[in-house]
Nanobody, 114 residues
Framework: QVQLVESGGGLVQPGGSLRLSCTAS?????MGWYRQAPGKQRELVAV???????NYLDSVKGRFTISRDNAKNTVYLQMNSLKPEDTAVYYC???????????WGQGTQVTVSS
């Protein structure tokens, strides 16, 4: 069993920045971020396997950066140039292997509004 604890959400004006953090209770293979806006399906924002590079949703490329600190079992999502359409609940996701069922964090609200 893996527990994922998120932090860093909040309210920010358009063009602003936020950094999300997610710490896992133990080392796991891949970690990433999904988001779900009201009335929409959950979508993958960014994911990074251990030792790999990040993969991103097209609409966040160039604005969001995913990174990992494997010594701390922590993944970060640096979000810059935020837009109102980035407003959503952001969920941390982790897998112990490519074929394993995912673990989920509790979610953190990100609101981009003036």
């Amino acid at each position: 069993q893996v527990q994922l604890v998120e932090s860093g959400g909040g309210l920010v004006q358009p063009g602003g920045s936020l950094r999300l953090s997610c710490t896992a209770s133990r080392s796991i293979f891949s970690m990433g971020w999904y988001r779900q806006a009201p009335g929409k399906q959950r979508e993958l924002v960014a994911v990074m396997a251990s030792g790999g590079s990040g993969n991103y949703l097209d609409s966040v490329k160039g604005r969001f950066t995913i990174s990992r600190d494997n010594a701390k079992n922590t993944v970060y999502l640096q979000m810059n140039s935020l837009k109102p359409e980035d407003t959503a609940v952001y969920y941390c996701n982790g897998r112990t292997s490519l074929s394993a069922n995912p673990y989920w964090g509790q979610g953190t609200q990100v609101t981009v509004s003036s």
